[in-house]
């Protein structure tokens, strides 16, 4: 490629317009950057909250994307340990300052300067994008694109959430929701040697969540959540997927000594929780973001070790429109993964 070449994207004209494809200039990676030859991009839910406008920094056109698996086709000054051609997927944590605190800590997904595709450069609903080389996590030769895709911010949030709360190997885990991110959330719980529980609404599911690997299955329809929880000892941790604050707050009560309520599920209603709740033994309630690259370099590891994948349903590019309506209403089953062809 060259800066004269075009490729396409998918592009979003307003905030809350429709994908329209159309052509761009090719860009060539500038200093600490490289440039990526799209293969996979998958379709979350925060992609969302960049086409609507709502992620402060964000400007139209824009094209959104931040589930990127691809190869490296073109490397500018300053980069090290990175080759054409290598296999690589970035996630929401785009980039960072390398400065601040959160940076020095190893906690760049929580710098002030974060830099997520889709709002600080153009996203991988595209041919082709340019990101900085810190960004980068090489994807290992067992996975494919597609494979891969989802879990550079779906998997790593999930599998970042559980490694890092206070459950250990044993411990009783809750995942809440049986979505993209949940339905993952309980194949790394059950791989990473929890007694996993899937929760959610309607009995049909319960199948589902048992072929994912949990020992137990909670209908939210029929059962209150707590309740089913503490007959089954309590939950040292509830990872919330869901995106209903109601559902989570039904959870609290199911919490045993010292559990931890999770959350990774974006919703803008409060969750509710009194103060009794949480001192009683000892509970918490916090939220958790993704990882940075090296997280999901990790969890691409794991994922090839333990046997994870994305359940994904894969469209070309140029259906992403329709591809993330399907994923808006829920009918997603679990992933939709973009395609390009490359």
Request: charged share 15%; hydrophobic share 40%.
């Amino acid at each position: 490629m060259s800066s004269s070449a075009v490729h396409r994207s998918m592009q979003v004209a307003e905030p809350g317009g429709d994908l329209s494809l159309i052509q761009v200039e090719t860009q060539e990676p500038g200093p600490g950057q490289v440039r990526i030859t799209v293969e996979a991009c998958g379709v979350c839910h925060s992609d969302e909250l960049i086409t609507a406008g709502y992620m402060p920094g964000t400007t139209f056109p824009v094209t959104t994307g931040h589930e990127i698996a691809g190869r490296i086709d073109a490397i500018g000054g300053n980069v090290t340990g990175w080759s054409v051609g290598d296999r690589v997927a970035v996630g929401w944590y785009g980039g960072s300052c390398g400065h601040c605190d959160a940076c020095r800590e190893g906690d760049g997904v929580l710098c002030p300067e974060l830099q997520v595709p889709g709002v600080a450069y153009a996203g991988g609903f595209a041919d082709s994008v340019v990101v900085p080389a810190v960004a980068l996590a090489s994807i290992p030769d067992e996975l494919t694109a597609v494979e891969a895709a989802p879990l550079a911010c779906a998997g790593v949030t999930v599998y970042n959430a559980l490694r890092r709360s206070s459950a250990r190997s044993g411990d009783t885990v809750a995942i809440l929701g049986l979505g993209g991110l949940g339905h993952l959330g309980v194949q790394f719980g059950s791989k990473m040697g929890f007694s996993t529980i899937a929760i959610a609404r309607g009995p049909e599911k319960a199948s589902l969540a048992h072929k994912l690997g949990a020992s137990h299955y909670i209908d939210s329809a029929t059962e209150e959540p707590a309740d089913a929880l503490q007959a089954l000892g309590g939950a040292k941790v509830v990872l919330a997927t869901v995106t209903d604050a109601a559902a989570m707050s039904a959870t609290v009560n199911g919490l045993g000594r010292r559990g931890e309520l999770v959350i990774v599920g974006v919703a803008m209603a409060p969750v509710k929780v009194t103060p009794l709740q949480l001192v009683v033994e000892a509970k918490r309630v916090y939220g958790h973001a993704s990882g940075i690259a090296v997280d999901t370099q990790n969890t691409l590891k794991f994922a090839v070790q333990s046997g994870v994948r994305a359940w994904t349903e894969e469209v070309p590019l140029e259906e992403a429109g329709a591809a993330f309506q399907k994923m808006l209403s829920g009918q997603a089953r679990f992933r939709m993964v973009l395609t390009t062809g490359n």
